[in-house]
């Protein structure tokens, strides 16, 4: 893999974004979407389109309104922010938490939090471990993750 790990065990965005390809009763042809979604989001598609209630306090998104043929379906319907982490000491001590939101066309914002330093994987983020670490990117302008723009988020 990219940075010679395997697996979706890195807060990276090589890690972190998969392609995925829906076909269907229902789904617009052709529509490529740029904003970010949880693997999750396909349960809450499944929930929507079969008209199936959501449990109280159950906040996961869904993909549907990415995926409606009408006029200005999309990203202003979608989950408002995007969660994913990991936990696994054995797996030389991951702990992370990731939240993405897009705000619009130039920005989207990933901050990435890492309670013992973030893992491996980013050359220009080198691990602070064993210190907590609180980074973020533009990653709608910096899909490499160059710039951390934490320090400017706190002003």
Do not use: M, Y
Not at 10 to 17: K, M, Q, T, V
Not at 66 to 72: N, T, V
Not at 118 to 146: I, Y
């Amino acid at each position: 893999g990219e940075h010679h790990w395997f697996g979706k065990k890195r807060p990276w965005e090589g890690s972190l974004r998969v392609p995925l390809l829906v076909h269907g009763r229902g789904v617009a042809a052709g529509r490529v979407v740029d904003a970010p979604v949880s693997t999750l989001d396909a349960v809450g598609l499944i929930l929507d389109r079969a008209g199936a209630p959501r449990r109280p306090g159950w906040h996961q998104g869904s993909l549907d309104p990415h995926l409606r043929p009408e006029a200005g379906a999309g990203v202003d319907d979608a989950a408002p922010v995007v969660h994913s982490g990991l936990t696994a000491p054995e797996e030389h001590g991951l702990d992370f938490r990731v939240a993405v939101r897009r705000l619009n066309a130039t920005h989207t914002i990933k901050v990435i939090c890492c309670p013992g330093g973030c893992p491996d994987g980013n050359s220009r983020a080198a691990s602070t471990a064993p210190s907590p670490q609180l980074l973020a990117f533009n990653v709608a302008r910096d899909p490499q993750e160059t710039v951390d723009i934490a320090g400017a988020l706190e002003e």
